[in-house]
């Protein structure tokens, strides 16, 4: 055996976390949810949340130029990201000119899209209520308001994360339902929707196992 070679064994390495990046169209809402996401999430699943955008078009192509740089970033560590989600709304009555044309890119990028049929808020409200009928997204919002359930306003965007996480799985659960009374159907075509459960889901069921 070589003089000077240590016999200690080196300290085996910490595995990777799963890496996921979220881009969210609203500045505040959609946000200060996955900020909350984020930190319930910590030493589990690494969550990066991309600059917001108010325009869906844009927010994929920017998502888009973020995982192709990350494995070249330092701000990113040099990792490439294991996926990248979009969260868009269709809003109601009239969708998002720029939406089409933001799901087709996404699609041929091989980025997933979270999307909810009016907007953020129906995925927010599934919370605490099954909601099953039309509404446009002011009426989304309204309805969230009402009983100051997780301090939101309109007026301001403001949630208190904490008093959505015991929820979660109604939420999800919730989601599913609405998916499953329309077969055949999309976000776009059909209001209320939101696939917001299936980026959530599978980052909350990675810290219970």
Same mark, same amino acid.
């Given at each position: 055996m070589g003089r000077g070679r240590s016999l200690a064994r080196g300290k085996p390495k910490r595995? =990777?976390?799963p890496r996921v990046l979220v881009y969210c169209e609203g500045e505040e809402t959609e946000e200060q949810y996955f900020k909350g996401l984020k930190?319930?999430?910590r030493g589990i699943v690494n969550v990066q949340i991309g600059p917001t955008s108010g325009e869906p078009v844009g927010l994929v192509r920017d998502a888009v130029k973020h995982r192709n #740089?990350?494995?070249?970033?330092?701000? !990113?560590?040099?990792?490439?990201? !294991?996926?990248?989600?979009?969260?868009? !709304?269709? =809003?109601?009555?009239?969708?998002?000119?720029?939406?089409?044309?933001?799901?087709?890119?996404?699609?041929?990028?091989?980025?997933?899209?979270a999307l909810s049929n009016p907007c953020f808020e129906l995925w927010l409200l599934l919370h605490f209520q099954f909601a099953g009928g039309y509404s446009t997204s002011k009426q989304a919002q309204k309805l969230l308001e009402q009983g100051d359930r997780c301090g939101y306003r309109a007026d301001r965007?403001?949630? !208190?994360?904490? #008093?959505? #996480?015991?929820?979660?799985?109604?939420?999800?659960?919730h989601a599913e339902r609405l998916r499953e009374s329309a077969p055949g159907m999309d976000a776009v075509s059909r209001n209320p929707w939101t696939d917001v459960d299936l980026l959530v889901g599978p980052l909350l069921r990675a810290k219970r196992r």
């Open positions: 595995p =990777e976390l930190a319930e999430l #740089r990350a494995p070249e970033s330092s701000s !990113d560590r040099y990792t490439a990201y !294991d996926e990248v989600w979009c969260v868009l !709304d269709v =809003e109601a009555p009239k969708p998002h000119p720029g939406l089409s044309q933001a799901l087709a890119t996404a699609r041929s990028e091989g980025i997933k899209v965007k403001h949630l !208190d994360y904490e #008093r959505l #996480r015991p929820l979660h799985g109604e939420a999800c659960a």
